[in-house]
């Protein structure tokens, strides 16, 4: 749990970095794709084809592929049709879609309720913190999210179920998972981008380097490898901590304004979701 809690806090900050300093000048897309191929390139050097078989590597790449590739796609879409308020309101639901991919179609057992109830207080932890109204014509952006939602849920649950051995060895395996998010947000930068939004300054290059080798290459691999250290009830609902902790850091860093009430009670029932799905530990 504390390396979840530890890449919580860097993805909360890459945040903050993203929304002041790229987000208005430089094309998402080909941020993204940067993004991927610097993390892929820090961790080919670890790379040991011959430690795994080539079905669990494809495996690992369409992983990479789902979670990362597909998300990005669909998250940046949602953007065109909706304000970034209800995008950050509309992925509260991936603990829930965690909890449920995990039971119906990779484990096909029923989870401890106890389990079920930790992500819907997440969900409802989250929203109270997010909520602040919706657009009257925001059915296509709330679909796009959930699509996005689906395919970080389904990664996260599909990495944690295959079978890959120590840290050390997914350590020596994960930078296919980065190949196959470059493969997928590389077509979609060809076929979406706006190539006149490059980045074009040294603050930009920084971030992008920080957001690919940083947030990117360590965060994600060590989430990933944390993800199999705790049961799916901690892993689900730990996906909506990020929400109070990009709030808090925006405020510290921005000055931005928050509702404190709100983050208050929300962050509570958040924390309680977490504490109630480490208390049921199910036996392997």
Known sequence: MLILCVITLVWAFSFSLIGVYLAPDVDAYIAVFIRMVLAAALLLPFLRLGAMSARKQWQLMGIGAIQIGMMYLLLYHAFLHISV?????????TPLYITLLDEQLLNRKALPLIWWIAALLSVIGAGLIRYQGVSSGFWTGFLLIQGANLCFAFGQVAYKRLALGPA???????????????????VGMVLFADFNRMPST????????????????????LWSIASKMVNIAQLATMNNALIPAGLVVNFLLWGQDVNWPNLFFGGVIILLAVWLASRFQRTP
């Open 85 to 93: 308020a209800e995008v950050l309101l509309f992925t509260i639901f």
């Open 168 to 186: 050390r060895a997914q350590l020596q395996q994960y930078a296919l998972f980065f190949i196959g998010a470059c493969i997928v947000s590389g």
């Open 202 to 221: 040294s603050t930009h290059w920084a971030i992008l380097i920080w957001l690919g080798l940083g947030a990117s290459g360590v965060g994600y691999m």
